[in-house]
């Protein structure tokens, strides 16, 4: 499990994840960019909670999200709202506050596997897509037609399939043809992977850092 501690009192962050990892919990920088299965939360200003705690939810759709807070009933309802799994007293011990993020580990719904071309990395949403561990901002029809291509990858998909991954049904190809172009645009800040087009078929993802069997 990687843990992200996050709150607005840097010195109280910094002691609340060095308690944890004295623990054994394995810690991520709050200013990285790798993807993490859990977040702690220590909120300082808890009329701002709500709205930190739904923008966060948006971004980690599939992180454990726990907040460290001693606000009140009615605020604590709004964070639970916002998207918080559970709520725990800031003085709560660094023990518990990891079994409590490994039960709600538990409890998550199973997601589809993690994918890799290259620099680019693919969760199961479309808020977890990194390319050189930095998030990549993709639209629902982008990363369908994206996790698509990086499925078959060595393998080239078909026009049709990814119609049919990214609307669910045939669209105009300049739709395609467009989406395809900002997505090219997207990968190209890293030197892999490249999305090439195959005349008469469709499209590949392809990791150009190695040289592939079926180049020609």
Not at 28 to 41: L, M, Q, R
Not at 71 to 85: Q, S, Y
Not at 164 to 190: C, F, S
Request: hydrophobic fraction near 45%; charge should be neutral.
């Amino acid at each position: 499990m990687k843990i992200r501690v996050l709150g607005d009192d840097a010195a109280a962050c910094a002691a609340l994840s060095r308690s944890l990892e004295r623990c054994g919990a394995r810690l991520i920088h709050a200013d990285g960019a790798a993807p993490a299965t859990a977040i702690v939360v220590c909120v300082d200003d808890p009329t701002a909670a709500p709205g930190v705690l739904r923008e966060l939810r948006a971004r980690c759709a599939m992180a454990a999200l726990l907040v460290l807070t001693s606000a009140d009933l009615n605020l604590r309802v709004r964070m639970l709202e916002a998207g918080a799994d559970d709520l725990l007293p800031p003085t709560t011990p660094p023990e518990e506050i990891i079994a409590r993020l490994s039960a709600l580990a538990d409890l998550a719904p199973e997601a589809g596997p993690w994918l890799d071309v290259g620099k680019l990395r693919l969760g199961p949403s479309r808020v977890a897509v990194y390319l050189e561990e930095r998030h990549l901002d993709l639209g629902e029809e982008a990363y369908r037609v994206l996790r698509c291509l990086a499925e078959a990858t060595p393998n080239a998909v078909t026009r049709d399939a990814l119609m049919n991954a990214g609307w669910g049904e045939p669209v105009m190809d300049n739709r395609l043809e467009a989406l395809i172009r900002r997505l090219r645009k997207a990968l190209a800040r890293a030197p892999s992977p490249r999305i090439e087009t195959f005349r008469g078929l469709g499209y590949r993802l392809r990791d150009t850092s190695e040289k592939s069997r079926l180049d020609c």
